[in-house]
């Protein structure tokens, strides 16, 4: 149907969870306490006080959503490993129902022929290893490098694709700095380590799964284009500090074994051993892509800075994220500009050439505010517009050049979106979150169709 894109034989499509957002069950068979769970029951950091206490019921409803997978006939399924589940305090004894629980889920993904691609932090932090410190821990980093040991040696055998982490730069300026995450602290600047110890936690996690033969290790990075917001010289600027904060500060250490220029020093140094381990060369390098940012210095706009991501910036920044104007929007209020997933991964190969292993698009999506219509359908053309439209942005990027090998759908089920709560809805399938019922949007039976042509 020339209704698709035409993407290479091999290309993967897949769809991503995480556990927090859609697993529940937070009490059971022995999972440990996370930060989400802190944070969540902290009156005013979530919308309506909402939680992932049930979620997606995803813990005891797995079977049924890797059917709805099949049925699709998904290549891969990105899921999230909970830490509090394997390691209830995040080191020690592990808790064997929590492991199990993740074994059962990659049988069943097996059986069901989609690939299993594992992420091991996905922000759902073990409340005792934030006590002693969190990502402000150095600590921490080898923590996770035992737990990725831990796992890997139980799944490596079938799960095909590894992430130690998801979104490092989320995790640093949402969790740390402005505190619009778990643990919901705001400290500025001074969360800059926090991201050396996540990059640490990274390098010494890919070499803890390849010692226990896992052999397809990457990461999941959220980047995106930032325009800057004219052609001054101070809205340049700006633009340029913003994309070495968002994008580069994650990406050259991990690819080039070095920091921008500048963020070496704020960080707990000496840092060129850890540079070693954290440039340990991957097998593929993941992106999550949105939506790109426009940039400018600060007070340049009458408006205000516009909010990030949902999030409201912290004054005295200095740059500026500015409302970006003529393209359409998702209901979560993110523009929606297909040519900036070409841009940035036609920037990240131009940037780092022969470095950049082949990449995946380990998360690309938007949220509608869905409604089950009369006739028992969901209607989401615009999201089905959505994908079709990045999806041929990808295979321009890869007629250009890039390495593109898969795209996974944010998300398969409508969750629990982080401080939104339940709000924004993000699935190519509908969760109604009182009767657990889902609904198949016509955004599924899109995908479904699509990989029927892909694979006659
Ligand atoms: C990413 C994140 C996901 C999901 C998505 C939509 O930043 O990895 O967990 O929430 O954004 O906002």
Redesign the pocket.
């Known amino acids: 149907m020339s209704d698709f894109p035409a993407l290479p034989t091999g290309f993967t499509i897949g769809t991503?969870t995480?556990s927090y957002?859609v697993e529940g069950a937070v009490d059971e068979d022995g999972r440990g306490r996370s930060v989400w769970d802190t944070f969540c029951a902290e009156p005013g950091r979530i919308k309506n006080g909402e939680t992932g206490e049930t979620a997606c019921d995803h813990y005891h409803r797995y079977a049924g959503d890797i059917a709805l997978m099949k049925d699709a006939g998904f290549d891969a399924y990105r899921f999230s490993i909970a830490w509090p589940r394997v390691l209830p305090t995040g080191s020690g004894e592990v808790n064997a129902a929590g492991l199990d629980f993740y074994d059962r889920l990659v049988d069943e993904l097996v059986a069901a022929g989609i690939a299993p691609a594992a992420t091991l932090f996905?922000?759902d932090l073990p409340q005792a290893l934030q006590d002693a410190g969190g990502w402000q821990s150095r600590e921490t980093a080898l923590r996770l490098a035992d737990y990725a040991a831990i796992v890997g040696e139980r799944l490596g055998d079938r799960v095909q694709m590894w992430m130690p982490l998801?979104?490092p730069m989320?995790v640093t300026m949402l969790g740390y700095a402005t505190g619009l995450h778990a643990p919901g602290l705001q400290l500025g600047f001074e969360a800059l380590p926090v991201a050396h110890h996540l990059l640490l936690g990274h390098g010494l996690a890919v070499q803890a799964l390849r010692s226990a033969g896992c052999d397809s290790v990457g990461i999941?990075s959220?980047h995106a284009p930032t325009w800057p917001a004219s052609s001054s010289d101070a809205d340049r600027e700006a633009a340029d500090l913003y994309d070495g904060l968002v994008n580069r500060l994650f990406a050259d250490p991990v690819l080039t074994g070095a920091y921008p220029e500048g963020f070496a020093e704020a960080m707990p140094g000496p840092v060129d051993d850890d540079l070693r381990i954290i440039s340990t060369p991957l097998d593929w390098y993941g992106i999550?892509c949105?939506a790109p940012s426009l940039v400018g210095a600060p007070g340049g706009s009458p408006d205000g800075p516009a909010a990030v991501?949902g999030a409201p910036v912290p004054a005295g920044l200095p740059f500026e994220p500015r409302q970006i104007a003529d393209h359409p929007t998702t209901d979560?209020g993110w523009p929606i500009v297909p040519s900036a997933m070409t841009e940035i991964l036609v920037t990240f190969h131009e940037r780092y050439g022969d470095a950049l292993p082949p990449v995946y698009i380990t998360?690309s999506?938007c949220?509608f505010h869905d409604v089950v219509a009369a006739d028992g359908g969901v209607h989401d053309e615009r999201r089905v517009a959505y994908h079709r439209e990045h999806l041929a942005a990808v295979a321009t990027a890869i007629d250009t050049g890039v390495d593109v090998r898969g795209y996974f759908v944010?998300?398969l089920l409508d969750n629990f979106?982080?401080a939104e709560g339940y709000t924004?809805r993000?699935g190519l399938v509908h969760v109604d979150f009182d009767s657990q019922v889902r609904t198949p949007k016509d955004s599924y039976r899109w995908f479904q169709q699509l990989i029927k042509a892909r694979h006659p």
């Open positions: 991503a995480a957002q996905h922000w998801n979104e989320v999941a959220n999550n949105y991501g979560f998360e999506g949220s944010w998300s979106e982080w924004e993000f």
